[in-house]
C-alpha cells in the first residue's frame, strides 16, 4: 500500500467518528480533524511511491490483528523499519511480535 492510501485508508475508517476523550477538545474540536490534521505528518518522511507493509501482508504469518487499533484508534498504528529495510504502518499485534522476533522478521527501528 501507498503512503496515499494509508492515510485515504485511516481517514475512511475514522470518519463519522466522534471521540469524547480531553485530548480531543480544544482547538480540534472532532477526532476526524485531528487525524485529518495529524495523520499526514506521521507519514511525512515517506514517497508517495514507496510501498509499505501492512497488518494485511503479514496476515498469511498467523498474525490476529488488534481489533482496538484497526476499529477504534485506526490513527495510532505505528511506522516500522524491518530488518529488510522495508517500512511497514503496523497496528500493536505485529509490532509486538515483531519485537519478540516471532515472525522470522526483525524490526530495525520505530521511525
Known amino acids: 500500500m501507498k503512503k496515499g492510501e494509508i492515510v ?3 481517514l ?3 470518519c463519522g467518528t466522534q471521540r469524547d476523550d480531553v485530548r480531543w477538545n ?3 474540536a472532532s477526532y476526524e480533524a485531528y487525524v485529518a490534521k495529524a495523520q499526514p505528518g506521521r ?3 515517506i514517497s508517495p511511491e514507496i510501498e509499505v507493509t501492512t497488518c494485511d ?3 498469511h504469518l498467523g498474525i490476529h490483528c488488534c481489533p482496538v487499533c484497526h476499529n477504534e484508534y485506526p490513527d495510532e498504528k505505528e511506522l516500522a ?3 529488510s529495510g522495508a517500512l511497514a504502518w503496523l497496528c ?3 509490532i509486538r511480535a515483531l519485537r519478540a522476533n516471532v515472525l522470522g522478521l526483525k524490526m530495525n527501528t520505530r521511525c
Open 8 to 10: 485515504a485508508n485511516v
Open 12 to 14: 475512511a475508517e475514522v
Open 26 to 28: 480544544g482547538s480540534e
Open 43 to 45: 507519514l511525512w518522511g
Open 57 to 59: 501482508d503479514l496476515w
Open 81 to 83: 523499519k524491518l530488518e
Open 92 to 94: 500493536c499485534a505485529p
